[in-house]
Every structure is written in C-alpha cells, then in structure tokens.
C-alpha cells in the first residue's frame, strides 16, 4: 500500500491546482482507506468543499472549508479556496481576510496575493492596497501576467493611465493571445485619447475573442472619436449580434446615424435601447431630437416629457447628478420655458462649473440663448454672486 503521509502530500498539493476528475477519482480512496489521520479528513472535507463550489452551493463550500481547517488550520490552499468562495457570495471583508490567513502561512503565494488584489480593485474599490498586492505577487513571480493585468487595471481606476498602458505591455510580452488584456488596453489608450492605436488594440482583443460585445462596443466608440461613423455602426451591430439587449449600444447606434442624418433609422435604433431600458433618459431626450429633425412635432414633445419624467426619476435616486439637470434645462429651453431652463441650468452648474463652459456653445439652448438672465448666468459675475451667497 502507498504510504499514507506520501498520499496526504500528494492530496495537499493538488487541490488548489483543482484538477477536477483526478480529484474526483481519488476521493473513493480518501474515504475508504484513509479516513483515520487528520489530515485525509481535511483533505476529504476539502474536496467536499471543491464539489460544493462546482455546484454553486458557496455557503455549504464553505462549511467544507471550515470543518477541513479544523483538522488543518494552518493550510494556506484551503484559506484561500475559501476566500474564493466568500468572494463568490459578495462577502468581500471576509474573503480578504481568509486570503490574509492563507499569505500568513505561505507569504510566497504569488497567486492568494492576486486573488487579494482582485477583491480589493474589483469590488472594494480600494485602488492602493490592491495595487500592492499585485506588486507583491509580482516580486515573487515577475512572469505572472494576471498580476499585470490586474496592476493595469487598478493604475487605470487610479487615473495613472500611462503607467495602465506600460503594465498591459507588461502582460502582453509573457501572454500575447491575452484578449482581456488587449481589451482594457484599448480603453486605457481610448482615454488618453489614442483613438487609432485604441482600435488596434481592440482589433486583436477580438482576434482572440470574436465574440465580446463589449470589445466591439468599445471599438464603436474610438470610431465615433475618430469621425469613422459608419464603421462605429458596424461596431455596435457586431455588438448587438452578440448581446442584442445590450441598450447602451442601441443608444449609441442611433447618436451614430442621427449625425448621419438617418432619423428613422435613429429613432428605431432609441427605441430598442428603450424596450431593454425603458428609463433610458438620455435615450428619450436623443429620440426627440431626431423625430423633430423629421418634423413629427407631436412624437417629439411626448418624447421629451418621457426624458424629463426619466430625469427625474434620476434625480430622486442622485439630486447631485449635474448632468441630469443639464439636459432638463436643455429641455425646458427646447419647449421656451425660461424659468424652468435656467433655474435648472444654474443648478448643473453649482454641482460642476464645467456645464457653463458647455452652454456657451450648445446648440440645445439657442432658444434661450438671448434672454439676459441667460446671458448673466453664464458671465462672470454669476461666479461673484454665486460665492457671495454661500459665504453669508
């Protein structure tokens, strides 16, 4: 009979690999001979936990989990096994700190040290700390091309979107078939505003993944930067052919053949991203706009009291949502609703001084454009009133 501590190790080193069938053959073995040393049973328990979690039953997983600790507790694989599981039920303070048992008994983990990056950039939002763990997992594995995408992807959301770039880079050289990487790549070099390397990028994110709807969606919007309109809408009808519920990218085909000076094709385009999001503001208040280019006067109105009604119900949710009083003022200037207009607009602009850059040019409010409260609100001594008023 094979040795039972030899067996043990062998069973140990295997389960955070999680080869599946293997895994499955061995565990008649666990149970039927082995049942007698503590460390089988946490080996036993933790297979139990492995299954578990194949089957989405993350809180019995878990239970698993716990009882294998109770025979092993200074296992690192099954403290973060666990913490795979926790984060998989949106308990993410707790799967940090089974990832932190795990790195408290093998500190040289690159991947429980990526896991932990993960919870903290995707779902805490706490952008540093998960920054360093990607660059502790990547001290002890410099190869590890996860890590760098995730570093990447934490850099971005730091807003140090350069260095975002450098890390993708960084990923590509180890893994150059790495679609996701590809693909945040381009968002990160869209926002820097190198729409033409952006869609290379996208473009080989999709030589390796044809099907993402969001890679082409995406690339959509670097042609649309790039005043490349028809092949944005190709982009987005990509898009929809795998995701046709996807709103987001209704909406934006039709802002697409609206400045093409396709309105009907527009409004059935606003109208689809509607039927998958009827409170689609943004959406009602563009369909409007594109039936009045097609002089349906009557469409139009009821169309714009469905975005102001959506504006508010947005408001409700965010009173702080700069660009929902903006677009009602836009609207109310459309309808010649001077008070309404500005005392909208005035709000947008106390919430982000930026707006009154915007209406100086914006073609929405040339309805307004003349009157003098118009005219005083978006001069400098707006900006003196303003102040004085909040120092009283």
Partial sequence: MVRRDILAEIFRRAIPVQFQEWLRKMKDLIIGTLWETAEMKAVSWSVKAFELEELGRYEEAIASYDKALEFQPDDSHTWWSRGLALKCLGRYEEAIASYDKALEFQ?????????????????????????????????????????????????????????????????????????????????????LGRYEEAVASYNKALRFQPDDPKVWYNRGLAFWNLGRYEEAVTSWDKALEFQ??????????????????????????????????????????????????????????????????????????????????YSKACLYAWQQNLDAAITHLQRAIDLDPEYRNLAKTDTDLDAIRDCDRFLDLLSDRSDEKSTQSHSN
């Fill in 107 to 191: 500190p040289d983990d690159p991947h429980a040290w990526n896991r932990r990056g993960a919870v903290l950039c995707d779902f805490l939002r706490r952008y540093e700390e998960a920054l360093a763990s990607f660059d502790k997992a990547l001290e002890i594995k410099p190869n590890f091309h996860y890590a760098w995408h995730n570093r990447g992807v934490a850099l971005g959301n730091l807003g140090r979107t350069e260095e975002a770039v450098a890390s993708y880079d960084k990923a590509l050289g180890f893994q150059p078939d790495y679609s996701d990487a590809w693909y945040n790549r381009g968002y990160a070099l869209g926002k």
């Fill in 244 to 325: 046709p519920e996807y709103y987001h990218a209704w909406y934006s085909r039709g802002l697409t053949l609206a400045k093409l000076g396709r309105y009907e094709e527009a409004v059935a385009s606003y109208d689809k991203a509607l039927e998958f999001q009827p409170d689609y503001s943004d959406a009602w208040y563009s369909r409007g706009l594109a039936l009045e280019d097609l002089e349906k006067t009557e469409e139009a109105v009821a169309s714009y009291d469905e975005a102001i009604a959506s504006y508010d119900r947005a408001l409700a949710i965010n009173p702080n949502d700069a660009n929902a009083w």
